[in-house]
């Protein structure tokens, strides 16, 4: 008979001497799992939303008023806006607020007076929180809760505060665009005021009369040649000045408009809903689980006294061998 089965044999032989304990053990551990996880372990509920990021650009000027040179666009984002999107849900910024305002200290019912009560908190709401890409691409934000209705809220609440932040970059950068072009309005409206007025001088000194055709542009009549080129020419640039000022109006009002739009940034497939039944713990699972754990610890248990028993035997004998000699 070889090592191996030696030693299987020695092993069994351990086991079958101390089978009364490990099955006792087993049974105990089995009913202690029971009752813990039928009494003592809350019921926790799973909502969940799956939505996907809406592209941004569908609400730029380009594609809102059709304008030949825009590119064809997606309505979903690339990944670069499912990325944006996850680091929105999973920030801080998004948990704190989920935190204050449903109060969860006290839901979880966390000691008020102690000091790392924001660290256990924040701790117990990581735990039940998830928000993550799937195998599609979508993305999936999960809570679980021991209210169902609560958890429900929660989630859904959340999709809201992703889809205004979400919404927050692309809108300030028009906003900045507003801004350059109001200023630059202002700018223009002053400069063809000058040149205006210049016109009406230099036309009432030289005698010209300076009449506008159906297509918009200045018609140059009377005085010398000389006299008219100079008129003509300060013409052509306020006729230039007011096309360039109108293409600029238009886009500002453009970008107003975009501004005012309350499209969401997020396509929402499926909104979170109050579960009717719970999801962990897995009682069954825990039970077995935890059986299974001490019926191979018990084992183990006695392997290592049955060893430590040898061990001593030998250093008993090993000692007595020493006083003979």
Do not use: C
């Not at 799937?134 to 999709?159: C, G, H, K, S």
């Not at 997020?266 to 077995?288: G, N, T």
């Amino acid at each position: 008979m070889d090592n191996n089965s030696t030693n299987l044999l020695g092993v069994l032989e351990i086991v079958l001497k101390w089978r009364k304990h490990i099955i006792i053990a087993t049974i105990i551990s089995a009913v202690i799992a029971a009752l813990v996880s039928l009494f003592v372990m809350d019921e926790y509920y799973k909502s969940s939303a799956q939505l996907y990021p809406v592209n941004q650009a569908l609400s730029d000027r380009s594609a809102m008023f059709n304008i030949n040179s825009a590119p064809t666009v997606d309505y979903y984002g690339d990944k670069n806006d499912v990325n944006r999107v996850l680091s929105i849900a999973n920030s801080s910024t998004i948990k704190d607020e989920v935190i204050a305002k449903y109060n969860l200290i006290e839901h979880y019912k966390i000691d008020t007076t102690s000091k790392i009560k924001r660290s256990l908190v924040r701790k117990e709401f990581k735990d039940n929180y998830s928000a993550i890409k799937t195998e599609r691409d979508a993305i999936e934000i999960t809570l679980y809760d021991t209210d169902p209705q609560l958890a429900a809220t929660i989630v859904n609440d959340v999709v809201h505060m992703v889809d205004s932040l979400n919404s927050v970059v692309v809108k300030a950068f028009r906003e900045r665009m507003l801004t350059s072009f109001v200023n630059d309005s202002v700018l223009q409206t002053q400069k063809l005021k000058l040149i205006s007025d210049s016109l009406t001088y230099l036309a009432n000194k030289y005698n010209i009369d300076v009449k506008t055709s159906e297509f918009g542009k200045s018609i140059i009549v009377g005085g010398d040649f000389q006299s008219r080129e100079i008129v003509k020419a300060l013409a052509n640039e306020q006729d230039n000045l007011t096309e360039e000022f109108l293409i600029r109006s238009n886009i500002k009002g453009q970008i107003q408009v975009s501004l005012k739009s309350n499209a969401s940034s997020l396509h929402v497939l499926e909104l979170a809903f109050p579960a009717d039944k719970k999801s962990k713990p897995i009682r069954w699972l825990v039970v077995m689980s935890v059986t299974f754990g001490v019926f191979v610890f018990s084992i183990l248990g006695a392997l290592a006294i049955e060893q430590i028993k040898n061990l001593r035997l030998q250093l008993n004998r090993s000692s007595s061998s020493s006083d003979i000699a």
